[in-house]
């Protein structure tokens, strides 16, 4: 029997049961049996292993089709476009190049010192290491840099004991994990491990290591292999002249019909499985004490590790409910619609939600609204920085060094 998840039953969950877990099975987008592309890794190889699934004797050839690292990436990026249809509201911090982009207004003095190429505004739902990131600590707050700044300060002290900082300046830190890596404490800044895992891995996969992935880039001009040109170092070129042995074949300046074979063949699969699991468990660790009170705070806490565990479950829902393409030649369609399911006691048979994507960000907006009043910060308002000028030089020197031509043809 499936329920609807209300704000009471999570909070009850977040109080005592473990986890949340979501499994599913996919399929390839063009039906089963359809080959699908996982990623390739350092080798140019796919990542096989044999695993146990049940109801199987032996262990089963699987490929990893999609990371921890990549799902928790996929459920930030859902909850940046949800916010930007302003369907959801949630703490976030941006670093704006916006003043150093080029642009058509200037002259060629002018744009010294500006970048290359436009890299807009970044938040924190696109960076990496989250709010330890490296862009974050190179930039500035009010002309001030922003670890130095009054908001940056905070972090220093954030820990288990201490997550109020995260809560109010990148709650998906507390979700999706982060490690204060570039901090003042170096190596030994806080970590914050995963609430969230979430990984996709085909199973019963055929991997063809015979055959090569084969085909051609069609030109509709059918320019010909046989034909030289020269490039000049402006990046023009010209025809050779007959007989000129110095010279290219058109596809060096991506003209003509090029053929290409690479051993990533891809692979088939009986099914590719999906497995999702927030740790409540993890949650309960986190303590979110507010300025000018002392003492343990149960109902701040609890409040704060709701609304977290409505944001998982939002990120997750809004970023897989409809299926997913993971890259190229990888689309996968699931069987059947995204059920969660409760572990609350052991030995107890789970209890079972289905979960839709604006289900879960009414469940967010009222477990936030609740954390607001029991005093918790929960800005709406993004906090903007600045790049500072040696992060806007490197930058700016790394998008020439890309528009440079490579003489050796590499």
């Known amino acids: 029997m499936t329920e ?20 599913r099975r996919l399929q390839p987008a063009g039906g089963a049996g359809d080959k699908v592309f996982p990623p390739t890794f350092s080798g140019a190889v796919y990542a096989e292993e044999q695993r146990r699934v049940p109801g199987r004797e ?37 670093v704006d190049f916006s003043d150093f982009d080029p ?11 500006r970048l290359v190429d436009k890299v807009g505004k970044l938040t924190s739902l696109q960076l990496p ?9 190179d930039s500035e707050l ?10 940056g300060r905070t972090l220093d002290e954030a820990s288990f004991a201490n997550a109020t900082p995260l809560f109010e300046l990148c709650p998906t830190a507390l979700v999706f994990g982060m490690w204060d890596s570039t901090g003042p404490k170096g190596s030994l800044g806080p970590k914050f491990e995963r609430a969230m895992v979430s990984e996709i891995v085909g199973i019963g996969a055929a991997l063809d290591t015979d055959h090569m992935n084969r085909g051609v880039r069609r030109d509709p001009l059918e320019i010909r292999a046989n034909i030289g040109v020269i ?25 003509g019909s090029v053929p ?3 051993p990533n063949a891809g692979v088939t699969i009986e099914y590719a499985e999906q497995v999702t699991t927030l740790s409540l468990i993890g949650l309960r660790r986190y303590r979110f004490p507010l300025k000018g009170q002392d003492g343990l705070m149960n109902d701040v806490d609890q409040a704060a590790r709701v609304a977290l565990a409505a944001l998982g479950l939002c990120a997750a829902t809004l970023a897989f409910e409809k299926g997913m393409d993971l890259r190229s030649r990888c689309l996968l369609w699931p069987e059947g619609v995204m059920m969660w399911e409760l572990l609350e006691k052991p030995g107890q048979e789970p209890r079972s939600f289905v979960l839709d994507g604006e289900t879960t960000i009414d469940l967010h907006k ?17 906090l903007v920085l600045k790049p500072n000028a040696e992060l806007v030089k490197l930058v700016r020197l790394s998008q020439l060094e890309w528009t440079k031509e490579d003489k050796e043809g590499k």
């Not at 369907?87 to 941006?94: D, S």
């Not at 642009?103 to 010192?113: R, S, V, W």
């Not at 989250?130 to 862009?135: C, E, F, G, S």
């Open 260 to 262: 290409f074979a690479r």
């Open 366 to 382: 009222a477990a936030v609204k609740a954390a607001r009043a029991h005093g918790l910060p929960c800005p709406e308002q993004a």
């Open 58 to 94: 032996q262990p089963v050839t699987c490929v990893l089709l999609d990371s921890v690292q990549s799902q928790a990436n996929r459920m930030e990026l859902a909850l940046q476009d949800a916010m930007e249809a302003k369907r959801l509201h949630m703490p976030l911090l941006v």
């Open 103 to 113: 642009t058509g207004d200037l002259d060629a003095d002018e744009q010294h010192g």
């Open 231 to 255: 490039k000049n170092p402006d990046k023009s070129w010209k025809v050779a002249e007959a007989g000129s042995k110095k010279n290219d074949k058109p596809s060096a300046i991506n003209h």
């Open 142 to 151: 009010d002309k001030v840099p922003f670890r130095l700044s009054d908001k």
């Open 129 to 137: 290491h989250r709010l330890a990131d490296a862009i974050l600590r």
């Open 4 to 23: 609807k998840l209300t704000l009471d039953q999570l909070r009850e969950a977040v109080n005592t049961a473990a986890a949340f877990r979501c499994r």
